[in-house]
Nanobody, 117 residues
């Protein structure tokens, strides 16, 4: 069982920046593809960004060019740098780990991001 703990959420004004972190309890962190999802009030959870175990990144159209996903395997941590935030980015942000060998998936508890003036 992999434990994931997100942090870094908060209240920010439009145009501002935040960096989310997701720390994993798994020492073999490089065996996992890591993703960020988000869920806005009244909406379904949606995928935002992914970084593979090899470091390849992919982004949803809604965040491409503003968000950057990265990972530090030595710290068992994945990050989401969010710039030029918009009110529509307001959501609970979740981290997901997927072990590429077995397909097993694990989720964090989420961190709230609110973009408002």
């Amino acid at each position: 069982q992999v434990q994931l703990v997100e942090s870094g959420g908060g209240l920010v004004q439009p145009g501002g920046s935040l960096r989310l972190s997701c720390a994993a309890s798994e020492s073999r962190f490089n065996n996992y593809h890591m993703s960020w999802y988000r869920q806005a009030p009244g909406k379904e959870r949606e995928w935002a960004a992914q970084i593979t175990s090899g470091g390849t990144t992919n982004y949803a159209d809604s965040v491409r060019g503003r968000f950057t996903i990265s990972r530090d395997n030595a710290k068992n941590t994945v990050y989401l740098q969010m710039n030029n935030l918009k009110p529509e980015d307001t959501a609970v942000y979740y981290c997901k780990a997927r072990r590429f060998i077995t397909g097993a998936e694990y989720w964090g508890q989420g961190t709230q991001v609110t973009v408002s003036s």
